[in-house]
Structures are given as C-alpha cells and as structure tokens.
C-alpha cells in the first residue's frame, strides 16, 4: 500500500513557475514507476510525466521542454517542476504510483493523491 500527498500547487501568471511535490509512503517507493496526471474541468485525466524506478522519463508533448519529473528515492519524492506556465496547463495535478510500467494511461497506476490545484491567468 502506498499513500501519496502532493504539494505546490497556487495559482501563477503565464509564463511563470510551480514545483509540484509529491510525498510518498512506503519502504519500497524506489520500485515504483510515478506518474503526474492532470484533469480540468470537464475533460478528461490526461497524462502529463511519468518516471521509470530506473529514472526514465517520458512527457506529454504539451509539457515537453517546459516541464521535468525528477523523483528522490532516498526523501520518497517525486516533483514536478512546470515553468513557462499557460492557461491551458488549469488543472488539478494528481500524482500517481505504478506497481509495474503505468505509462501514459492513468488506468494503469495503483495508487492515486488527492490532487492540487493549479491555476494559470492570462
């Protein structure tokens, strides 16, 4: 089992900077993959990072270059470091666990947090 709290999250301009945090629970957090998921309202959860337990790293092509996954085995963390914001990066940001290899499709991870909201003005 493992619990996952994430952090950060406010509200920022465009074109400015939020680091996502993400606290998890468990001895064997370094085995798992963990993904950044987001969802705005009235659209569906879309992947948006994902890091392998060996440290690969895949992005969404709308984040990639503005956003890096970076995870700490030794803290059990995992952040998400957004710059460049737009308005169209709104959403609530969950941080998610997979047992094996999650991917890109949020169905395939175990363990979800509840969230943090993040919003971008114009």
């Known amino acids: 089992q493992v619990q996952l709290v994430e952090s950060g999250g406010g509200l920022v301009q465009a074109g400015g900077s939020l680091r996502l945090s993400c606290a998890a629970s468990?001895?064997?957090?370094?085995?798992?993959?963990m993904g950044w998921f987001r969802q705005a309202p009235g659209k569906e959860r879309e992947f948006v990072a994902a890091i392998r337990s060996g440290g690969s790293t895949y992005y969404a092509d709308s984040v990639k270059g503005r956003f890096t996954i970076a995870r700490d085995n030794a803290k059990n963390t995992v952040s998400l470091q957004m710059n460049s914001l737009k308005p169209e990066d709104t959403a609530v940001y969950y941080c998610?666990?997979?047992?094996?290899?999650?991917?890109?499709?949020?169905?395939?991870?175990?363990?979800w947090g509840q969230g943090t909201q993040v919003t971008v003005s114009s």
């Open positions: 468990g001895r064997t957090f370094s085995t798992y993959a």
């Open positions: 998610a666990a997979s047992t094996f290899w999650g991917g890109t499709v949020y169905t395939s991870y175990d363990y």
